[in-house]
């Protein structure tokens, strides 16, 4: 807990390198928290916008045991090119498996580079001799026509050759090598993705269109895989603001996707050629931190709300908290924190502090409490920087 210190600006103050050390005011949200991190276990925030729920979720991500993350890559499957295979590496390696895949692809086609020499050279070489051939057996005027029609023939042979090799090349090429989906390269802490606000295809994944899916000419299917924010958060957090609002059948397969911790990807409109397809499941152990109001939460598919609260926790957030000296202390640390995050104000003396105490009384509408709405507080706080 902080303590009332003395100071004259808020340069003097010391700020928590740790998130949660950040966290004013929330104490028993921050416990609780902290107790979900060690165990893994989803949890709904509850509270007014502005009182630190995300803050709290990035703070939980940041407290997670360290855990082996892995790359997850989309394969062709042979049986089935509409149900790509789906493989998991360790992190980092899933580029260096689609480098030597590509290696590997541009030395199975050395042979067709031979071959095309050859018939390139046989293209230019073929009309000199027609001319010479037919100049002694017919006449220089037979001879300069058969030159002028082998030279007509011989390029339109060597542009189909080249577009047909080139054509093959890359399509066979591409059919071969795998898609990295999600990508972990270099990452030395779970994820973080807040999904609030996103639709379905961003949250659970999405096969993209193809129309050119007919005579070869279309994308491979794994290639057209697109990763949801609940893989890309595996073993990490899986942040959602007013998760009421997302549709009921996606709030479903949100929980379909805890209960299981994989969920294959398909094509999320039922008119887009990527309906077809549908990936081998794809892994999606991630920790849950929901937020919303009172109102928007009773609105939320029971089972989903029931999972959270029957595997995790539910917490209410507080929207004021009592005036007292250390409270002002804290909010005096906000501030700070606020200035340094900035980058751009300079620090508050402490009267320009207590200007902004006073202001949180005013703003908590409950006497004797100060608010901790603390987003408004800080917008407050860079308007007067700015100032």
Same mark, same amino acid.
């Given at each position: 807990?902080?303590?009332?210190?003395?100071?004259?600006?808020?340069?003097?103050?010391?700020?928590?390198?740790?998130?949660?050390?950040?966290?004013?005011?929330?104490?028993?949200?921050?416990?609780?928290?902290?107790?979900?991190?060690?165990?893994?276990?989803?949890?709904?925030?509850?509270?007014?916008?502005?009182?630190?729920?995300?803050?709290?979720?990035?703070?939980?991500?940041?407290?997670?045991?360290?855990?082996?993350?892995?790359?997850? !890559?989309?394969?062709?499957?042979?049986?089935?090119?509409?149900?790509?295979?789906?493989?998991?590496?360790? =992190?980092?390696?899933?580029?260096?498996?689609?480098?030597? =895949?590509?290696?590997?692809?541009?030395?199975?086609?050395?042979?067709?580079?031979?071959?095309?020499?050859?018939?390139?050279? %046989?293209?230019?070489?073929?009309?000199?001799?027609?001319?010479?051939?037919?100049?002694?057996?017919?006449?220089?005027?037979?001879?300069?026509?058969?030159?002028?029609?082998?030279?007509?023939?011989?390029?339109?042979?060597?542009?189909?050759?080249?577009?047909?090799?080139?054509?093959?090349?890359?399509?066979?090429?591409?059919?071969?090598?795998?898609?990295?989906?999600?990508?972990?390269?270099?990452?030395?802490?779970?994820?973080?993705?807040?999904?609030?606000?996103?639709?379905?295809?961003?949250?659970?994944?999405? %096969?993209?269109?193809?129309?050119?899916?007919?005579?070869?000419?279309?994308?491979?299917?794994?290639?057209?895989?697109?990763?949801?924010?609940?893989?890309?958060?595996?073993?990490?957090? !899986?942040?959602?603001?007013?998760?009421?609002?997302?549709?009921?059948?996606?709030?479903?397969?949100?929980?379909?996707?805890?209960?299981?911790?994989?969920?294959?990807?398909?094509?999320?409109?039922?008119?887009?050629?990527?309906?077809?397809?549908?990936?081998?499941?794809?892994?999606?152990?991630?920790?849950?931190?929901?937020?919303?109001?009172?109102?928007?939460?009773?609105?939320?598919?029971?089972?989903?709300?029931?999972?959270?609260?029957?595997?995790?926790?539910?917490?209410?957030?507080?929207?004021?908290?009592?005036?007292?000296?250390?409270?002002?202390?804290?909010?005096?640390?906000?501030?700070?924190?606020? %200035?340094?995050?900035?980058?751009?104000?300079?620090?508050?003396?402490?009267?320009?502090?207590?200007?902004?105490?006073?202001?949180?009384?005013?703003?908590?509408?409950?006497?004797?409490?100060?608010?901790?709405?603390?987003?408004?507080?800080?917008?407050?706080?860079?308007?007067?920087?700015?100032?």
């Amino acid at each position: 807990m902080a303590k009332a210190k003395q100071y004259k600006s808020t340069a003097d103050i010391e700020i928590s390198k740790d998130l949660m050390g950040q966290i004013v005011g929330q104490e028993h949200a921050v416990d609780i928290v902290k107790k979900a991190s060690q165990q893994r276990r989803n949890v709904l925030l509850i509270g007014e916008p502005g009182t630190g729920k995300s803050i709290l979720g990035l703070a939980l991500a940041q407290q997670l045991p360290m855990e082996k993350l892995v790359d997850t !890559l989309a394969f062709p499957n042979p049986n089935d090119e509409n149900m790509p295979l789906i493989r998991t590496v360790p =992190a980092g390696q899933g580029r260096d498996l689609v480098a030597k =895949a590509r290696i590997q692809g541009m030395n199975m086609f050395k042979n067709q580079n031979i071959i095309f020499f050859v018939l390139v050279l %046989v293209s230019i070489v073929a009309p000199w001799w027609a001319k010479s051939y037919y100049t002694k057996t017919s006449g220089p005027t037979v001879g300069a026509i058969i030159f002028s029609a082998m030279i007509l023939v011989s390029a339109i042979a060597v542009v189909g050759i080249m577009i047909a090799l080139n054509f093959g090349r890359r399509m066979e090429g591409r059919a071969k090598i795998p898609k990295v989906i999600v990508d972990n390269f270099g990452k030395k802490q779970g994820p973080f993705h807040d999904a609030t606000g996103a639709h379905a295809g961003a949250l659970l994944g999405d %096969v993209l269109h193809d129309p050119f899916q007919s005579g070869g000419l279309g994308t491979p299917a794994h290639e057209r895989v697109v990763a949801g924010m609940i893989h890309k958060s595996h073993m990490g957090v !899986l942040f959602i603001d007013e998760i009421a609002t997302l549709h009921p059948a996606t709030q479903q397969e949100l929980l379909s996707a805890m209960q299981e911790r994989k969920f294959a990807i398909t094509g999320q409109s039922e008119r887009s050629a990527g309906a077809m397809v549908r990936t081998e499941p794809v892994p999606c152990d991630f920790v849950l931190v929901a937020a919303g109001n009172m109102e928007t939460v009773q609105h939320m598919h029971p089972a989903l709300r029931s999972r959270i609260k029957g595997y995790g926790y539910e917490v209410y957030m507080k929207d004021t908290f009592p005036d007292t000296e250390e409270n002002r202390y804290k909010i005096a640390q906000f501030v700070a924190q606020e %200035v340094k995050k900035d980058t751009k104000i300079a620090h508050f003396n402490k009267d320009a502090v207590e200007e902004i105490v006073e202001e949180a009384r005013r703003r908590a509408n409950r006497k004797g409490h100060l608010t901790l709405r603390l987003r408004e507080l800080g917008g407050l706080v860079r308007a007067a920087g700015d100032v």
